[in-house]
Nanobody, 115 residues
Framework: QVRLVESGGGLVQAGGSLRLSCAAS????????MGWYRQAPGKQRELVAT???????NYAGSVKGRFTISRDNTKNTVSLQMNSLKPEDTAVYYC?????????WGQGTQVTVSS
């Protein structure tokens, strides 16, 4: 079993920054992809950014150039540095771990950007 614990959400003004972190524990495969997804009220969950164990990254177009995803394979952690935040970035952010055919999710952390 895998457990994901997120931290770092909060309230910030537009233009500000936040850093989200997620720690994975349990049966972690060497080859996996970790990432962040978000869900705003009334909307579907959407991909924000992912990073493979090879350090290959993928970003949603709406966050490219503003957000940076990184990971520490020795600690099984993934982080999301969010800069130049906009009100439309307001959502619950979920950490995800994908390995083999399984997806694991964290409990979510709220990010609120005020205008």
């Amino acid at each position: 079993q895998v457990r994901l614990v997120e931290s770092g959400g909060g309230l910030v003004q537009a233009g500000g920054s936040l850093r989200l972190s997620c720690a994975a524990s349990g049966s972690i495969f060497r080859i996996n992809t970790m990432g962040w997804y978000r869900q705003a009220p009334g909307k579907q969950r959407e991909l924000v950014a992912t990073i493979a164990s090879s350090d290959s990254t993928n970003y949603a177009g709406s966050v490219k150039g503003r957000f940076t995803i990184s990971r520490d394979n020795t600690k099984n952690t993934v982080s999301l540095q969010m800069n130049s935040l906009k009100p439309e970035d307001t959502a619950v952010y979920y950490c995800n771990l994908h390995q083999w055919t399984y997806d694991y999710w964290g409990q979510g952390t709220q990010v609120t950007v005020s205008s």
